[in-house]
C-alpha cells in the first residue's frame, strides 16, 4: 500500500480554511471540491493511457487518451459526494458508481446500506473518494468490495488520514494494489474515533446536521 502526502502551499492553505470551524457549508463545499481537484492531480499520475492518432489544424500527430475500460469513480455515500464534482472535472470522461456506508456509533464497524455498481469491475481502476479516514473501517470494506468485484487496483482520495486508520488499513490490505492519496496525515483519534485536530464531520460540515 502507498500513502501520497501532497505537498503543496495551495493545498495547506484550503485544508486551513476547511478546518476552520467558523468556515460556513457553501465556502466548505466549494474549497472541498477545489481541494479534490488538486489530489486528483496527483492521484491520477499512474492513470492508463495509450497512444492515440488526432489531426491538429496542421498536421496529424500521436496523443495520449484514457484506456478502455474507463476508471470509475466512486464517492462514498454520503459526505463522499462533496467530493465527486472536484473529481469530475479532472476525470470528466470517468464513470461513476456510489458506495453507501456508514458506521456503527457503537462498535464502529462500516455497514454497507447501498450500492450502485458495475457488477463486473475486472480490469479497472478505481478511485474511492471518502474525506476523513478515521479508524479505516468503512475505507477498508469499501477497498474489499470493489477488489471482491473484480477491480484491478482502487485508489482513494480523502483530504484526512488518522496514523490508526493508516495501519491499520496496511495490516490488513498487505499486497493489495492500493494507494491512499492524501491532504494531511493528522495526530491521532479521540476517544470517540474523530481525527485530531480533523475538521470535525465532514458530512455535516458539508449538507448540514441529519437528525
Known amino acids: 500500500m502507498r500513502v501520497l502526502v501532497a505537498d503543496h502551499p495551495l493545498v495547506a492553505h484550503k485544508l486551513t480554511v476547511l478546518r476552520d470551524k467558523n468556515t460556513t457549508s457553501p465556502i466548505f463545499r466549494l474549497l472541498t471540491e477545489e481541494l479534490v481537484t488538486l489530489l486528483a492531480y496527483e492521484a491520477t499520475r499512474d492513470v492508463r493511457v495509450e497512444p492515440v492518432n488526432i489531426e491538429t489544424p496542421v498536421t496529424t500527430t500521436v496523443g495520449t487518451g484514457l484506456r478502455k475500460p474507463t476508471p470509475l469513480v466512486v464517492p462514498i455515500l454520503r459526505a463522499g459526494l462533496g467530493m465527486l464534482e472536484g473529481m469530475t472535472r479532472l476525470l470528466p470522461t470517468a464513470e461513476v458508481g456510489f458506495l453507501g456506508m456508514e458506521r456503527h456509533e457503537q462498535t464502529l464497524e462500516a455497514i454497507t446500506y447501498a450500492e450502485r455498481l458495475p457488477d463486473d469491475l475486472t480490469g479497472r481502476q478505481v478511485y474511492v473518494l471518502d474525506p476523513m479516514l478515521a479508524t479505516g473501517g468503512t475505507l477498508r470494506e469499501a477497498i474489499k468490495f470493489l477488489f ?19 495501519q491499520k488499513l496496511r495490516d490488513e490490505l498487505e499486497g493489495k494494489n492500493v494507494t491512499i492519496v492524501l491532504a494531511s496525515i493528522d495526530e491521532k483519534l479521540d476517544e470517540n474515533a474523530y481525527i485530531v485536530p480533523g475538521l470535525g464531520d465532514a458530512g455535516d460540515r458539508l449538507y448540514g446536521v441529519v437528525h
Open 148 to 166: 471482491a468485484r473484480g477491480a484491478a487496483d482502487i485508489t482513494c482520495i480523502c483530504l484526512l488520514a488518522a496514523p490508526e486508520g493508516l
